[in-house]
C-alpha cells in the first residue's frame, strides 16, 4: 500500500510542477473605473426626429451615458434607475451581445426606456437588436433625476432635477462628461451635446514583423523579436490594459495586457504601441510569437469581439506574409492600404513610428 502511495504522490507533484510552469490563461474580461462613467443627456418624451419607435409606435425615452476616461469600459452590471431613494427600483444593465454595453474611452452608449411590445405591454430590462432596453419610463411630471451605481450599488452619478423638461427637450451637460446641465438647444444621443462629431478614434494593427533577425524593437530584450504595431486614429489617448493580442482568430483572449500600469499601456493620440511577439507574456512581452509561415493576427477589446484582425500567408490571405526582415503595414498610418516595407528600400519597416 505504501509503494502506491509513493508513487501517487510523485506522480502529483511532476504533475503539478509541469501546470506551475505554464504560461496562465488569461482571466475573463473585468469591467474597470465605473467611475468614469456619467449621465451625460436624457429626454422625457421624444415627438420629433425620434430616436426610437418602439413596437406599439411610441417614441420611447433615453438616457445617454458618456465614459470620461481613456479606457473602454463594459457597463454590464452596473444600475440605473429614476428613484435614487428606492433601491428596490434600481435596474440592473444585463450582459448580452458581444460589445453592446462597452463604451469606448470618450464614447457614448444610449439606454432606451419604457418601450412598449406591439400589444403595448412594456419591454423588461434586456438587450435585444444590439440595444440595451430598461424598464423603466421617464416623466418630467413625476421623476427628478436618474442615477447611476456600480454593480456594488454605490452611487456613481446622478442628474440634475429635470422635473418640468418640455416636450421633445432634452436635458444634458453644456460640456460631455463634465459641464453643468441645462435644456440643450437640439438633443444629441449617442452625440457631442455641443453637436460636434464625435472624436473618438480606433486602435488598428497598423504594422507587424513575423521574422526578424536584423531589427531592433523598442522596449525589446536585443534579441531582434516578431512585433505587432498598433496605431490610434483618434484625438485622444487610450489605453489599452485589459485589451487582447493573440495570433489565433478563434481564440481571442491568448494574451491580455497589463491594467495596472496605464503609463505602459497608453496609445497616444496619433501615436504607436509596439506589442513585442517574443513568447515572454509579460508586460508588452506576448506569450506567443508569429509564424514565419503565416497566421493570424488580431487585437480585441473585450475578449469577445475582434477590434481588427487578419490572417497573412504568401498568397490568398488578407495580407501579404513579409518574409524575414520586411514588414507587411498600413500604406500611410490608420490607412486601408496595405504594403510590404523591405528592409533593402527606401521604404523600411518603421516599428514605433511612422510608416514611411
Given amino acids: 500500500m505504501k509503494k502506491y502511495i509513493l508513487i501517487s504522490a510523485i506522480a502529483a507533484f511532476m504533475f503539478s510542477s509541469c501546470v506551475k510552469d505554464e504560461i496562465p490563461t488569461p482571466a475573463?474580461?473585468?469591467p474597470e473605473n465605473f467611475g468614469d462613467i456619467v449621465i451625460n443627456e436624457l429626454i422625457t418624451k421624444d415627438t420629433s426626429d425620434v430616436y426610437f419607435m418602439d413596437e406599439s409606435g411610441s417614441a420611447a425615452d433615453w438616457v445617454e451615458l458618456y465614459n470620461t476616461g481613456n479606457k473602454a469600459i463594459n457597463i454590464a452590471g452596473m444600475f440605473i434607475t429614476d428613484a435614487p431613494s428606492e433601491e428596490a427600483d434600481y435596474q440592473q444593465i444585463p450582459d448580452g451581445e458581444a460589445g453592446v454595453t462597452t463604451i469606448p474611452p470618450k464614447g457614448f452608449l444610449v439606454i432606451i426606456c419604457g418601450a412598449a411590445d406591439a400589444d403595448g405591454v412594456d419591454l423588461p430590462t434586456q438587450i435585444k437588436d444590439g440595444k440595451v432596453f430598461i424598464d423603466m419610463g421617464l416623466s418630467s411630471s413625476k421623476d427628478n433625476n436618474v442615477a447611476i451605481y456600480d454593480?456594488?450599488?454605490a452611487n456613481i452619478d446622478e442628474s440634475d432635477d429635470f422635473g418640468g423638461l418640455a416636450d421633445d427637450k432634452s436635458f444634458g451637460r453644456l460640456v460631455d462628461g463634465t459641464g453643468d446641465w441645462?435644456?440643450?438647444?437640439s438633443k444629441t444621443p449617442g452625440a457631442p451635446n455641443d453637436g460636434s462629431e464625435p472624436t473618438t478614434g480606433a486602435l488598428v494593427i497598423n504594422e507587424f514583423m513575423a521574422s526578424n533577425d536584423s531589427w531592433d524593437v523598442p522596449g525589446d530584450n536585443g534579441d531582434q523579436p516578431d512585433w505587432i504595431e498598433i496605431y490610434n486614429t483618434g484625438d485622444t489617448p487610450i489605453d489599452m490594459g485589459g485589451w487582447y493580442a493573440t495570433d489565433a482568430?478563434?481564440?481571442l483572449v491568448k494574451y491580455q495586457l497589463p491594467t495596472?500600469?496605464?503609463g505602459l499601456t497608453t496609445v497616444p493620440a496619433h501615436g504607436f504601441l509596439v506589442l513585442i511577439c517574443d513568447g515572454v507574456g509579460e508586460g508588452l512581452h506576448t506569450n506567443f510569437k508569429l509564424s514565419s509561415g503565416g497566421e493570424d493576427i488580431a487585437i480585441s477589446m473585450d475578449?469577445?469581439?475582434v477590434t481588427d484582425g487578419y490572417s497573412y500567408c504568401d498568397t490568398g490571405c488578407d495580407l501579404t506574409n513579409p518574409g524575414?526582415?520586411?514588414?507587411?503595414?498600413r500604406d500611410g498610418d490608420g490607412n486601408a492600404a496595405w504594403f510590404v516595407f523591405e528592409m533593402d528600400?527606401?521604404?523600411q519597416p518603421s516599428p514605433g513610428t511612422a510608416n514611411n
Avoid at 324 to 329: A, F, H, P
Fill in 28 to 30: 475573463p474580461p473585468t
Fill in 151 to 153: 454593480p456594488a450599488k
Fill in 182 to 185: 441645462n435644456t440643450l438647444s
Fill in 249 to 251: 482568430l478563434d481564440d
Fill in 260 to 262: 495596472d500600469n496605464p
Fill in 303 to 305: 475578449g469577445v469581439t
Fill in 324 to 329: 524575414t526582415d520586411n514588414s507587411t503595414g
Fill in 345 to 347: 528600400t527606401d521604404r
